[in-house]
């Protein structure tokens, strides 16, 4: 029962057997859109959903090391939880950085989909260290960081934006 209950976790439910092309790519748009239904239409507070999403990576580790050995490649196409965990770290960063709440809903919907975009470049490019990630670790640390670090650089971004907007307009 709980291989069960893990393969599906790491599959968000369906992104295992009934998509089966750009697995990633669906799952990271899910992401974004249910992190923005949770934040800005149910306006659940932003701690909670951390707190919930810090679960989520911690447990990510056990759902994938426990149903890795059932598949033949080392990182599956199947295994999808680990975009849900790098889409997040943008919006979550964003939103705990950003608690005012200014931006309208259209507005808050334009940054995350900055944000899917970026997220989707820097996985699929994998720039350094991403790249080296992904090619020497063929486990569940590298299946889970490799998108924690393009998650990471789509706040360095965003960061970057806010320094040259601060500075230059």
Aim: contains cysteine.
């Amino acid at each position: 029962m709980i291989n069960k209950l893990n393969y599906y976790f790491i599959t968000l439910f369906i992104f295992g057997d009934h998509i089966k092309k750009y697995r990633g790519t669906w799952a990271s748009l899910f992401t974004t859109l249910f992190l923005f239904l949770l934040i800005y239409i149910l306006k659940i507070p932003v701690l909670i959903i951390l707190l919930i999403l810090l679960l989520v990576f911690f447990y990510s580790f056990i759902a994938i090391n426990s149903c890795l050995k059932n598949f033949k490649d080392k990182d599956p196409q199947e295994i999808v939880i680990d975009e849900f965990v790098g889409q997040s770290i943008p919006i979550i960063l964003y939103e705990v950085f950003h608690p005012d709440r200014t931006n309208s809903t259209e507005e808050a919907l334009q940054i995350y989909f900055w944000f899917f975009l970026l997220f989707r470049v820097f996985d699929g490019l994998k720039p350094f260290p991403i790249d080296y990630i992904d090619n020497k670790y063929k486990n569940t640390f590298g299946i889970l960081f490799d998108d924690i670090l393009a998650g990471f650089y789509v706040v360095l971004c965003l960061i970057l934006f806010m320094v040259g907007k601060t500075f230059y307009f």
